[in-house]
Each structure stands twice: as C-alpha cells, then as structure tokens.
C-alpha cells in the first residue's frame, strides 16, 4: 500500500492487487451528520448532482454511458459520516475512469433544471423510505436512541429541507467541503505509474477545510422507546444499545459479539427468534461504530402479538453472557467473512476509504490481527459494560 498527499494536500491511497480491473474511489468528509437545520439532506442531494452534468459532459446520460460502454460500473451512497464515489473498469481503461471521476469532483456545474428535477427523485425517495417499514424502523429506531447526537436526523433529509433545496445552496456546500484536504482518492487494482495522472487530474486549488465538531450521546439513565402506526400486517421492532467509536479499543470485541449474535443462519438472533420460536422471518443484528458514535441493534419483523416477546428474546440474546466456543467461533468467523469480502476490489477499496476516514487506511489490513488478540475476558467485560445498561427501542406496527 502506498499512502501520499498531492501537492493541494489531497490524499491518496494506492493499492496493488492482482487483478484485470481497476477500482478508484473518491471518499469526501462530509455526510449528514454535518448538515444544519434549514440544509437537511443536502449532502445526500449533492451526490446526486454530481451525476448531472460537468462543465465536459452536459447530462447523468453523458457521464454514466462513458463507463457503461466500457463494461464498467459507477456508483455513490451518502452516509451520516462521509460521501463516496465509486467507478471500476478495466485496468487498460484507468485513465477514462479517472478523468471522469475527477470531471465529477471538481468540475459539477449544477444545471438549475437538473436541480429541480432531482429534487422530485429524492423526494419520492424519501416517501418510499418511509412507506417501507423495513427501511423506516431504523430511522425511528434511530431517532429514539440519539436524542443529541446529528445521528438522530437521516441522510435523506426532511421533505421541507430537501424542497427547499436550491442550486447556490448546492454550490456553496461542495464549494466549502469538497476541498482537497477533505478528499481521498482510493485506488485498487493492477496499475502502475499513475501518481502524476492523480496528480493533473485532481489539480485543485489547495484550501484548508474547518475540522469536522465531533459530536457525542450520553448512556441514558431509563429506557427509551417509541411506536408508529402504520398500515402493514407485520410488526418491525428494532431493539438496540449505544456502543462506542470505533477508535476505542472496546470496538474489536464488539465485532466478536455482533459476530456470535448476527452471523447468518447460525447466529443467536436468528437461531433464538426464527428458529426455536418461529416469530418472524426477518430478523438480523445491525452494528455501526462510527468516528464518534455507535450502536448496536437486533431486529426482526413478527405478529403485532409477539412484540413483547420478540423484545423479552432481544435482550436475551444481548445479556447471555457469550460461551467460549461462541467466541472462538465468532473469531473464526470474522476472519473468513473479511477476507473473503475483501476479494472484491470495489469492497477493499470501500474498506480502505472507511480506515482512513477513522484515522490510518493501513487498519484495514490489520483488522483480523487486531481481532485475534481479542481475549475471552475482554468479551465478557464489553459485553456486561455496554449490555446492562438501558436500551433503545423502536416498534413500527399494524394500527
């Protein structure tokens, strides 16, 4: 891995694997949890202009289509944290790939038609979201377990914010984050010689960007929880605790312990709940360890009658303190699912970007050494710390 700052103080991050494609990855320090009132949503809606036209390509068709003809793939998500941009192609088309990539970044123009037009897309994406239980209990859910924390507001904003969302707002917020200080450009695959293409490519004018306020919750001293109506058959609960960044040295045994909870078909949350009680189809554990948050979650969707029950399981599954051969296994586990993961170059570059932001990229290749020193007695001690406190909880239901 070779790690260097551009001259404008762009940092880029290279990776060489033995593979025919080539993955670049532009990851921006921005996300929804920097967004204030008036602005919500406004980074996510800044992804999406970024598609819709440069100053060398007029439209999303011009842009999209240069990769696509290629056999390549482009895409983009918005998170509470950061915004990212991805394209892989072949290695032979590195450089189509980065000059659009690039165009992208830096040279968006932010048509006014396309404006309003993608304001009705992200609307309507916003009212299938919360059509959708399964995806709206985590923003309820979410909503109940921060009450301080900008977690509480989601990335696609409020409908009142996003209609109001006009072009100079748009331009002055990429202006003011989208700095090369604020930028790493991730690239995985088989090239070499490409620092000086980086280089013209990304030849931005060099601004210092304000340091992100982090943000924190306290642990709540009684249990939180809220319930909507809907009109669905199912009930979706979510039932979760607040956990801890992931630069403290408690997160790599909660990734052990969401292991033994959350690994597929064999993890207790789907073996307690679907299995040996037949209460919901689907049921799974979610964890986020941010750069200044956390949390971790098991949820599944069953009768409106099994609620209680579902919940009395849940925190079951947290408090029951984790068996030896569940820990070795869950270590196992991690080790497997990582690196079989990380064949992917679109998912090793993703991990790069995500260690990076968090503070080293090289992170990423030591993450399963840093499990494995994970003890026994460490996992017991997280466990009881985080798990016996008060809980969050969030049930979306039949009226």
């Not at 964890?287 to 079951?316: C, N, R, W």
């Amino acid at each position: 891995m070779k790690k260097y700052k551009l001259r404008n103080g762009m940092t880029v991050i290279e990776k060489k694997v033995p593979s025919q494609s080539v993955v670049l990855e532009v990851l921006v320090k921005v996300g929804s949890n920097n967004e204030k009132e008036g602005v919500r949503g406004i980074s996510h809606f800044l992804e999406h202009m970024l598609f819709e036209g440069t100053k060398k390509r007029k439209d999303s068709t011009a842009i999209a289509s240069e990769i696509e003809e290629l056999g390549g793939t482009m895409n983009a998500y918005t998170s509470a944290e950061v915004t990212a941009y991805h394209i892989k192609v072949l290695s032979k088309h590195f450089d189509v790939a980065l000059d659009v990539l690039s165009d992208m970044v830096l040279h968006s123009v932010f048509p006014l038609k396309f404006v309003e037009k993608e304001k009705k897309v992200i609307l309507k994406e916003n009212h299938m979201v919360h059509d959708d239980p399964r995806f709206y209990k985590w923003m309820l859910f979410q909503q109940t377990l921060f009450q301080k924390h900008p977690e509480r507001f989601p990335t696609l904003g409020s409908v009142k914010d996003v209609s109001g969302m006009t072009r100079e707002k748009l331009m002055s917020y990429w202006k003011h984050h989208y700095t090369p200080d604020n930028i790493t450009l991730v690239v995985v695959g088989n090239v070499d010689g490409i620092r000086k293409k980086i280089e013209k490519a990304f030849n931005q004018k060099q601004e210092k960007h304000e340091r992100k306020k982090l943000f924190s919750e306290p642990f709540f001293s009684s249990v939180r929880q809220s319930f909507e109506k809907k009109p669905i058959k199912s009930a979706h609960t979510v039932l979760g605790f607040l956990a801890c960044s992931r630069e403290n040295k408690d997160a790599y045994a909660l990734d052990i312990i969401e292991a033994v909870l959350g690994r597929g078909q064999s993890g207790r949350a789907f073996e307690t709940i679907r299995n040996k009680h037949g209460l919901a189809y689907d049921v799974g554990v979610r964890q986020e360890l941010g750069k200044d948050h956390g949390y971790i979650a098991v949820f599944a969707s069953t009768d409106k009658k099994a609620v209680p029950q579902a919940k009395d399981l849940m925190l079951k599954i947290f408090r029951e303190p984790v068996t030896k051969k569940e820990f070795d296994e869950a270590k196992t586990y991690i080790e497997g699912s990582y690196t079989l993961e990380n064949e992917n170059t679109e998912q090793h570059a993703d991990e790069l970007c995500y260690w990076s932001f968090i503070g080293d990229a090289r992170l990423a290749d030591s993450y399963v050494g840093n499990i494995k020193k994970v003890s026994y007695a460490d996992v017991l001690k997280v466990q009881k710390k985080y798990f016996s406190r008060p809980f969050a909880v969030a049930v979306v239901g039949p009226k």
